[in-house]
């Protein structure tokens, strides 16, 4: 038998394995077996499905969390689904019990961030770019060389300003900011075929580039040379493969995790802005909890916010690694070369004006968030 059909036969068995645990023992049951390696074996099976069942009895609350994304995805894409129902469990003693639901199995994007509002599940994660439809003001994000680098995004999230100015306009939306998950920049991936690194905006004329629905960065593309062509992100490989595109920009992890290394020649980390996560919760749901469980979601939260940032250089290694076993190549600006990239499309110029002021309120409180992305905060997070 060749090894091929070895893998290919032990994740069938998995398969069955994870449906039979699940329809014995419940979903979060074999999310978690899974996870811990235990999916095998019919005693930690047992013994995995008993503590579940134990810490459900137990709890006085049962808070679904949903994403986008399978478990194994933290590897290189560090959502730290896992590790969140952990410590809310732990950190609530066991007032609240935390059921999984991940894969994208109640939606992703937009889809979880309504059913977060409309309270039909406690809590979600979607990116900030979904969440701006629900609460405008988190776009401000998106607004090129602003917070693009990882230490300027946590630097600002986790201000007083951010919070006083920011959170407010969430909460009327129905929505409580539990932690913001950095992942990485966005990135300038091109398709194979392509005619080597993008190393300034002029290699970007004319190219075809894959946008989300986002009007801010639809409108920094077209300042730095491209040819912004929406597509909507299930549609994306196959545009790629096919040429109805030719770049993209989600960060490095993203590209990995979604299936995109045989199709990538080169990747260049441009930094202009984050392509950053957030954990919600139903604000309502919240206030109704008990003065100690509240906090101790929220004590969970930022001890799942720091995990984050310690896993995120390791999650980007692994997406590299990989990556470059298919071919991809990756290239990191000059200083005269990034600063083309801020001259020409970066926040400071007057086309921004527009959005700073729809967005922050005024021209004067939007130069306090830049002041605020200035200056280092209490987290530390590594840059690419």
Known sequence: MSTEQEISELKSEERRRFLK????????????????????????????????????????????????YILGASRSYPIMQLDFKENIQNATNGKVYVKLAPGGQLGAGGALASKVQNGTIQAAQHSLSNFAPFAPTVDLINMPYFCGANQRFVNLVTSDVWKKEVHPAVEAKGFKPLFYVVIDPRVVAVRKGGAGPVKTP??????????????????????????????AWGETPSAIKQGVADALDPSVGALYVFGFKDILSWVTFSQAVPDSQVYSCNLEWFNGLPADVQAGIEFASEITAAQNLAKVPAARAYAMAELTKSGVQFYSPTADELAQWKEAGGYQRA???????????????????????????RYYVHDA
């Not at 700073?356 to 200035?374: H, I, P, Q, R, T």
């Open 21 to 68: 645990i699940a329809g014995t023992a419940g979903f979060t049951t074999a999310v978690v077996a899974a996870a811990g390696g235990t999916l095998m074996s019919s005693e930690a099976a047992a013994q995995t499905a008993k503590e579940e069942r134990e810490r459900e009895q137990a709890a006085d609350h049962v808070m679904t969390i949903a994403t986008a």
């Open 202 to 231: 002029a290699d970007l004329d004319g190219v075809k580039f894959r946008v989300p629905g986002s009007k801010m960065l639809q409108q920094y593309y077209r300042m730095v040379g491209a040819n912004p062509t929406p597509v």
């Open 351 to 377: 086309e921004w004006d527009p959005f700073k002021v729809e967005l922050a309120g005024s021209m004067g409180a939007f130069d306090k968030l830049v002041e605020a992305a200035d200056t280092m905060g």
